[in-house]
């Protein structure tokens, strides 16, 4: 129902968007010649004598009834033959005497200019091309090589009347436009506007070719890359196509203007197609679909093989090739349609976008190379009007304004979808971290439990055992019976148990401070550091303490417990220290713990790993959110420091 909703909303707005249009077409409509304009009617005759032979003397001196009325956009939709061409033009502007035709299809196999005075005199000549059956036009045999479309120079002198005769040999079906300009507007304010516009979608193309490869980088996904090589052949393909390879790059080999634009566009609907595939996991989510992908890639990567054909052979190729290809966008986007109503998609309206605007392009570019021209050229022609410019580009600029639009979609979705994984990545981290703090909090809150039972069974059971003995004992040496060898042995034995029974004891209170349990963290703190001092002689403790100890949550004390408890175990084992600080700061909102000795110290750097008791120490700095940080010099003792947050002492 969602998907179903979005697409009614999308269809509205393009309903909008065409009525807009027209409306604005009404509205400011303009008398005069629009740029490029030709001055009058164009006309076609069809040369159908065997071998078309008829010449230009011929041709002029056939009626004018022959002769049909012609669109400037000039659609051939059949292969073979040679049309004729013509329009007249009387220049009645006296500052103006260098005027260009301009043919707007940079692939023509054949393409001959006449220029005849109103005697029918032929003042000028001109005869290039791409190729046709044995022959082969270079770039370089153009009369002006700075244009990527046949540009003819035509001279006239103010009053004077110019017929002007275009021959064309195709052996495909042929699509092509006729311009004609002043010079200087042609060279000056049109060429610039073109070429910012050309420099603008080249430096976006290619900005967007470097941060989407960096964001397929750092996504991971590596199907991606089957969209980056879609967008690089088209990128490829819109300058090929608009004769821009021909112009710069293979100005010798003309034969390969070609092959080279079917090629790209070949491999771009490849790349496309794959993307499309794999976004979607047609493979698993609609096996039959996929079986049609496979069949479509199929002739696609036939259609590649196809372009070694000659050119004059290699129209029936064309024809039933582009009919599939539009057949096959317009299942692709029923398939979708009726894919996102069925399983609505929460990026339904943009993916429907790109793929409307893709077919927009195939559909554009199929009915050029079939000879029927465009049907949004009418728009294009007009937004350029608007703008001053004529349309001088081949490939109609609606296709590459779509191809552009697509391009800022694509990433605009590309750049959210990354910043949801990272938002993704970083909740799975949180609740990796959340999991792992709660296990090291059962685990350690079982082993502070298991530390509870061992000090009791050792104070309510072992110990009350000792005493008892040591009871006896004592009682058995004050029995006169004993003789005076036997009870100096059994004082030994009572003394020995005694010290047992103290032991004991100790570690009864090392695993388990009632202290802590029975009172507040500072009191058993400064229990711990009495018991400290009085278990070796010269040993002084200080304790002391500016932070509310009292409104720190159960498992932090234990955890500040057992941490200065490890710490100071390890002065009275390891430091041969007179002197101990424990402090506990208020530091803003954190607590700065540190404990200071001045014994023997020892080189942080030079140890291999951690102890079991700085190791649990880490541990338990690391579920409090803390720092912990040493530092230490042989002979010059040892400082270590922890700052721990304050929300996670009051959870």
Request: glycine residues 8%; proline residues 4%.
């Amino acid at each position: 129902m969602k998907g179903a909703k979005q697409l009614l909303a999308l269809a509205l707005l393009l309903a909008l968007g065409v009525l807009l249009v027209k409306w604005l077409s009404s509205t400011f409509r303009i008398d005069q010649r629009k740029p490029g304009e030709l001055p009058g009617p164009i006309v076609y005759y069809e040369d159908t004598t065997p071998g078309h032979t008829l010449g230009i003397g011929d041709v002029a001196r056939l009626p004018d009834s022959l002769f049909e009325e012609k669109s400037p956009c000039c659609s051939f939709g059949r292969p073979g033959g040679v049309i004729w061409l013509r329009f007249s033009y009387t220049n009645r502007d006296t500052a103006h005497e260098r005027f260009l035709v301009e043919v707007v299809n940079p692939s023509i196999p054949k393409i001959e200019f006449f220029h005849l005075n109103g005697r029918n005199e032929l003042q000028h000549y001109y005869r290039t091309g791409t190729t046709t059956g044995t022959e082969k036009f270079s770039f370089y045999e153009r009369p002006d090589t700075h244009s990527r479309n046949f540009r003819f120079p035509l001279g006239l002198a103010t009053g004077s009347t110019a017929q002007v005769y275009l021959r064309l040999s195709s052996g495909t079906p042929l699509y092509l436009r006729v311009l004609f300009f002043e010079e200087s507007f042609r060279l000056g304010h049109h060429q610039w506007v073109v070429d910012i516009l050309m420099t603008i979608f080249y430096v976006f193309s290619a900005l967007f070719l470097i941060l989407t490869a960096i964001l397929i980088v750092a996504s991971r996904e590596p199907f991606h890359w089957y969209y980056f090589l879609y967008v690089l052949c088209t990128a490829l393909f819109i300058p090929t196509h608009l004769g821009l390879g021909f112009a710069y790059v293979w100005k010798d080999w003309p034969a390969f203007q070609h092959i080279a634009p079917m090629a790209l566009n070949n491999l771009r609907l490849i790349f496309g197609i794959q993307f499309f595939r794999l976004f979607f996991d047609l493979p698993n989510s609609a096996p039959r679909f996929n079986r049609f992908i496979d069949l479509s890639i199929g002739i696609f990567l036939a259609t590649l093989l196809l372009q070694g054909l000659p050119h004059s052979s290699s129209g029936w190729v064309f024809y039933p090739f582009f009919v599939f290809l539009m057949l096959f966008s317009l299942g692709m986007i029923a398939w979708l349609i009726h894919r996102l109503i069925t399983r609505p998609y929460r990026n339904f309206s943009w993916l429907l976008t790109v793929i409307v605007l893709n077919f927009i392009g195939v559909t554009s570019t199929s009915l050029q190379y079939l000879g029927y021209g465009s049907a949004f050229f009418d728009v294009a022609d007009w937004l350029m009007y608007r703008f001053g410019i004529a349309d001088t580009f081949f490939l109609s600029p609606m296709v590459i304004g779509a191809f552009f639009l697509e391009q800022m979609l694509v990433f605009n979705f590309a750049v959210r979808r990354y910043l949801h994984l990272i938002e993704k990545n970083q909740k799975t981290q949180l609740r990796i971290a959340k999991a792992r703090e709660e296990g090291l909090n059962a685990l350690i809150l079982g082993v502070e439990n298991e530390r509870r039972r061992i000090a009791r069974d050792l104070h309510d059971g072992v110990c009350v055992h000792l005493a008892a003995i040591n009871m006896k004992l004592d009682t058995l040496c004050d029995d006169k019976d004993v003789g005076p060898e036997l009870g100096k042995k059994m004082t030994g034995i009572a003394n020995e148990i005694e010290q047992t029974y103290r032991e004991i004891r100790g570690i009864s209170h090392n695993l388990m401070s009632k202290a802590l349990d029975k009172k507040d963290l500072q009191t058993a703190l400064e229990e711990l550091c009495g018991r400290i001092q009085q278990a070796r002689r010269g040993l002084k403790v200080h304790f002391f303490s500016n932070y509310p100890l009292h409104q720190i949550s159960g498992l932090a004390r234990i955890h500040l417990y057992r941490i200065v408890q490890e710490l100071l175990a390890n002065v009275l084992k390891h430091a041969q220290a007179r002197h101990a600080n424990v402090q506990m700061i208020a530091d803003g909102k954190q607590l700065l713990l540190s404990i200071e000795d001045d014994g023997t110290g020892f080189d942080f750097r030079q140890r291999s790993a951690d102890g079991i008791g700085l190791s649990n120490i880490r541990t338990r700095v690391e579920v409090l959110h803390g720092k912990l940080h040493i530092e230490s010099t042989p002979g010059k003792g040892t400082f270590v420091s922890i700052d721990i947050p304050e929300e996670t002492l009051m959870e």
